[in-house]
């Protein structure tokens, strides 16, 4: 046996030990790590080593060094953002990608890659109830993969954008709670932040569609080219839906591109109660929902759906003579739909975690964060010094001790420097706004129970 493989047997069994007792326990970690900028970087070797060490010292120096560095995004306490947890089976699916280590840049290079990436997203499709012509293809985050949407938008709007480069006056629209990526993509594909109409919202955080049109119609009368429009259903603030079918009726008057950005939200598509909450999606071009965010994947899977794969494909093929193969009928080759040349093999995690889950294992983790989140939502009204600030349909909460913001950022500062909890907060009408949200599958109501209690010990009387 070689050396290689030794080791590998010998500190992966270690490993692999590790992670089982790391997911079974993560309580006992801090969550947010007691660490100063630049401690770890004190505590490490300015150089590398001269001569290899043992695997063994290697994971020690992990446990003992880089864990308590880590702000732990894996633990079932982790209430800040939009929590993105991992599972057993996409962890175990990453090792094994790592092992294969393919690059599927086209199908000849990685068959199964590619192929699996199409039955694991066309099996999510499914669960997500979206129509089959809906084609699938992952990205890292759901900002490279808006910035396809939207690309794609440009192409179908002004085909010689991509030999002459973009005609001026090209407008994008989006509402002021859309996610700050749709500002940088729009600053990525030179549509400029001053071409993205941020439309306001109404009380509940939505898309004001009076407000859209209005918006359209100047714009028109300007002279300009309105484009895309980009609604976002599970905003990142309050998760607020925008009105997609109100919204589709419009992109649908005026010609123009539909990408809904569901990042977070998407995944409770597979919910059947939940599901009505997405109506109208099957009239977007494109949408996107992460799968590292609330589906158990590990950091990057980022789903991106298009029924206008013919679109992407304009905006983005491009083969030079190195990477020409043979054509045959059933052999996708994604880096023609991609920015991005080489792929790694992300949906073998999807196919994995898909497997062992099973629609309905799925469908009840999210069901039992929904329900405690709607708990939580229940102990903020109930109690006469919080209010909560926005409807809370899905597993975030926003809400706030009814004082001054200074009270309400040091409620969240005494609880995140205890360790046991990570909550975040946003702005919301101008005010600081707490906001606890639930995502990992090791979270239990008992966990939410104790989160609450702590905010209420830790707010004045
Ligand atoms: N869109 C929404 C609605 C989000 O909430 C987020 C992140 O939380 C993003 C986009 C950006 O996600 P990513 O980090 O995958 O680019």
Request: charged share 25%; glycine share 4%; aromatic share 10%.
């Amino acid at each position: 046996m070689s050396k290689y493989a030794d080791d590998f047997r010998r500190a992966g069994r270690e490993a692999v030990d590790w992670v089982a007792d790391y997911l079974e326990n993560a309580r006992q970690y801090p969550v947010l790590p007691k660490i100063k900028p630049g401690e770890l970087i004190d505590a490490l070797p300015a150089s590398a080593p001269e001569k290899g060490e043992s695997l063994e010292a290697i994971l020690k120096d992990f446990r003992e060094l880089i864990v308590p560095a880590t702000t732990l995004w894996n633990h079932p306490r982790f209430m800040a953002y939009f929590p993105s947890a991992s599972s057993p089976p996409a962890i175990l699916a990453e090792m094994l990608a790592a092992a294969l280590n393919t690059n599927a840049i086209h199908w000849k290079t990685s068959p199964a890659s590619t192929e699996l990436e199409q039955v694991a997203l066309g099996w999510l499709r499914q669960w997500m109830g979206l129509p089959e012509e809906f084609f699938g293809i992952i990205f890292d985050t759901a900002s490279i993969s808006s910035m396809h949407a939207i690309a794609a938008a440009r192409e179908m709007a002004d085909p010689e954008a991509r030999e002459n480069g973009m005609r001026p006056g090209m407008v994008l629209y989006a509402s002021d709670q859309a996610h700050s990526s749709i500002e940088k993509d729009s600053i990525a594909l030179g549509i400029g932040r001053r071409n993205l109409r941020k439309i306001e919202s109404d009380s509940e955080f939505r898309m004001r569609t009076d407000l859209l049109e209005a918006a359209i119609e100047r714009d028109l009368a300007a002279g300009k080219r309105p484009f895309c429009i980009v609604a976002t259903v599970g905003t990142t603030s309050t998760t607020s839906f925008d009105p997609l079918p109100r919204i589709a009726d419009i992109a649908e008057r005026y010609g123009l591109w539909l990408h809904v950005d569901a990042a977070y939200a998407g995944a409770a598509m597979i919910v059947p109660e939940l599901r009505p909450l997405f109506d109208g999606i099957e009239r977007a071009h494109s949408l996107v929902t992460n799968a590292h965010k609330w589906m158990f994947m590990p950091m990057d899977v980022s789903m991106f759906f298009t029924r206008r794969p013919d679109i992407l494909r304009r905006a983005f093929s491009l083969v030079p003579e190195y990477l020409r193969t043979a054509e045959h009928p059933r052999a996708v080759n994604l880096m023609e739909y991609a920015v991005p040349l080489g792929r790694r093999f992300r949906s073998l995690k999807l196919w994995f975690a898909l497997r062992y889950f099973g629609r309905e294992g799925m469908i009840e983790v999210l069901r039992s964060h929904v329900r405690w989140a709607a708990e939580f939502a229940s102990w903020v009204d109930a109690d006469p010094r919080f209010e909560r600030v926005a409807p809370a349909p899905l597993s975030a909460v926003c809400f706030r001790f009814k004082g001054t913001d200074e009270e309400n950022k040091a409620i969240i500062d005494c609880v995140n420097a205890t360790g046991k909890f990570f909550l975040s907060h946003t702005v919301l009408n101008g005010k600081f706004v707490a906001r606890l949200a639930i995502g990992n599958l090791y979270t239990t109501r008992q966990d939410v129970e104790e989160a609450w209690e702590l905010i209420r010990s830790t707010a004045p009387r």
